[in-house]
């Protein structure tokens, strides 16, 4: 599976925009990107995923890179439980037992 | 929808005892069902796949014989730690694949402590 790095850790205050960066230089072609998030003592949570278009949803947005390797989640306004470890995940759905690896994730914390 | 179900939220058992994990979708049919662990500060590692009416594929490292998975229909996969230790205490957690589908929906976790 491409592999995906994100920064550790982030801080943002509640009411604020906040955009959650994920690189991907070895993207495939039919990778998709997705993204997670983990409350603590929780299961993962799906928040959104993308191809190649910029995706919009409820919870957040997604802004993908025109060559792919980039991508960034946007969180419009940043609540206090939206504090969370965000995984950026890529996952090309191929065969029956594609799978999703996580790695370390970006913790988000929201300041009140 | 989606949603997935996990039995317990938490158990506590004693060393050389066995728990069975139950991991339930609720409204959708899911071919296939992940099982993860994770360990505290530590991100998800994926432990299994299993696939309904066939065996499950072991991630590398993880031992079969100790941790049996059991997918017997489209909406029941359970995960029975068998003679746990104080090392096997965790957070597990499973993931089900909406069949014909490429979302992914988790579980709430089962916290496993062995005393």
């Known amino acids: 599976d491409a592999k995906t790095t994100q920064p550790n850790s982030m801080e943002s205050n509640e009411e604020e925009p906040v955009h959650l960066p994920c690189n991907h230089s070895t993207i495939s072609g039919t990778d998709y990107i997705h993204w997670y998030r983990q409350l603590p003592s929780q299961g993962p949570e799906y928040v959104i995923h993308g191809l190649t278009s910029n995706v919009n949803n409820r919870m957040a947005s997604l802004a993908i890179a025109e060559d792919r390797k980039s991508s960034t989640l946007i969180l419009h306004r940043a609540t206090l439980r939206d504090a969370a470890v965000y995984y950026c995940?890529?996952?090309?759905?191929?065969?029956?037992?594609?799978?999703?690896?996580f790695g370390k994730g970006i913790t988000l914390s929201v300041r009140p | 929808g989606a949603v997935v179900s996990q039995h317990p939220s938490w158990v506590i058992c004693k060393s050389g005892t066995s728990v069975k994990i139950e991991c339930r979708s609720l409204?959708?049919?899911?071919?296939?069902m992940f099982w993860y662990r994770q360990f505290p500060k530590q991100s998800l590692m994926l432990m299994a796949t299993s696939n309904e009416g066939s065996k499950a594929t072991y991630e590398q490292g993880v031992e079969k014989d100790k941790f049996l998975i059991n997918h017997a229909s489209l909406t029941l996969s359970t995960l029975t730690v068998t003679s746990a230790h104080p090392e096997d205490s965790s957070f597990y957690i499973c993931?089900?694949?909406?069949?014909?589908?490429?979302?992914?929906?988790f579980g709430s976790g089962t916290r496993l402590t062995v005393v």
């Open positions: 409204d959708f049919q899911a071919t296939t």
């Open positions: 995940i890529l996952n090309s759905y191929t065969g029956a037992n594609s799978k999703l690896t």
């Open positions: 993931s089900a694949k909406r069949t014909g589908m490429g979302g992914y929906t």
